[in-house]
């Protein structure tokens, strides 16, 4: 299926692991001619305050979006949460714990990895960050400063890889959990990149959730499957690039997304 691509709704800033301040990201996307963007930081909406003004500036439709990691029978998933309020209590309140719970998983990762000569003070991590949410590419990057690994990869390849020996996956909410908190916040939850779930995933059960739509468009991975799935369930169809910046050098803002129609159909409040 083509589409046009008026808008990618999946993109990281500097608050999570992206590499692009969100003033940076907004006149990236600008460039790029795109018209519309929804920023989803994992487990934060600390962009949108910086974002805003120079969205206004540039012309570019901004809706509300996060990325929340979450577990589902025991797999780690990852929710998309869009058009929600930027005031929602639930939803900062949710952010808080996942920003403490995030900080005792990584102190864990970090004091595993001396196992295996690694040694990073929890300080030399928040270094990494420049926003409030640190997670494990800010890990990969601090031991790819300090030389314990020559490629940003390997430290995924071989020790913080979610099937390697020094992964922690910590407290999380479950998606039910998350899914409340979204309506809460009066936004739409879709399930983000159904494409990655490995093979053992529940995924019809997952599917029974109060979804809006699942993010059939993703990255440059094939659609079909999950366009078939999204229609027979009567849900919306997001797309987005999951643009990091630096962190994941292959992908380009924009290289995935929505038309503007599709934009419309899914942000009833846009906030720019
Ligand atoms: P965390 O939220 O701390 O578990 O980190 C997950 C993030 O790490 C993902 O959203 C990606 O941005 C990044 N990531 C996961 N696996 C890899 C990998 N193999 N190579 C590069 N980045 C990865
Ligand atoms: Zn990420
Ligand atoms: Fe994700
Ligand atoms: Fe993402």
Redesign the pocket.
């Known amino acids: 299926m083509m589409i046009m691509i008026w808008a990618d709704l999946h993109c990281?800033t500097t608050c999570?692991?992206g590499s692009t301040s969100p003033e940076e990201l907004i006149r990236l996307a600008k460039q790029k001619g795109l018209k519309g963007l929804s920023i989803t930081d994992?487990?934060t909406i600390e962009a949108y305050s910086k974002a805003i003004p120079i969205a206004k500036e540039e012309g570019i439709q901004l809706g509300t979006g996060v990325?929340f990691?979450c577990q589902f029978k025991g797999f780690?998933l990852?929710l998309l949460g869009y058009d929600f309020d930027l005031s929602s209590k639930e939803i900062i309140q949710a952010s808080i714990e996942r920003k403490k719970n995030?900080e005792i998983?990584?102190k864990q990762m970090l004091e595993q990895l001396k196992a295996y000569h690694c040694f990073i003070d929890y300080e030399e991590l928040v270094d990494q960050a420049k926003g409030s949410?640190?997670?494990?590419?800010?890990?990969?990057m601090a031991m790819l400063k300090k030389g314990y690994i020559k490629h940003?990869?390997e430290?995924?390849?071989s020790y913080?890889?979610?099937d390697q020996k020094c992964y922690v996956?910590?407290f999380t909410f479950s998606v039910e959990e998350i899914l409340t908190i979204i309506h809460q916040g009066q936004g739409k939850a879709f399930i983000a990149h159904p494409h990655l779930l490995p093979l053992k995933f529940p995924i019809h059960d997952l599917l029974q959730l109060d979804f809006k739509g699942l993010e059939a468009f993703y990255c440059k991975l094939p659609e079909k499957k999950w366009v078939k799935i999204a229609q027979r369930k009567n849900w919306l169809l997001s797309g987005g690039s999951?643009y990091?910046g630096s962190?994941?050098p292959h992908i380009e803002i924009g290289c995935n997304g929505v038309s503007q129609e599709v934009f419309n159909t899914i942000f009833s409040k846009p906030v720019t």
């Open positions: 990281h999570s692991d994992h487990d990325e990691s780690n990852h995030r998983r990584n949410i640190i997670g494990r590419p800010h890990i990969a940003f990869s430290a995924f390849q913080i890889g979610e996956s910590g999951d990091h962190f994941k």
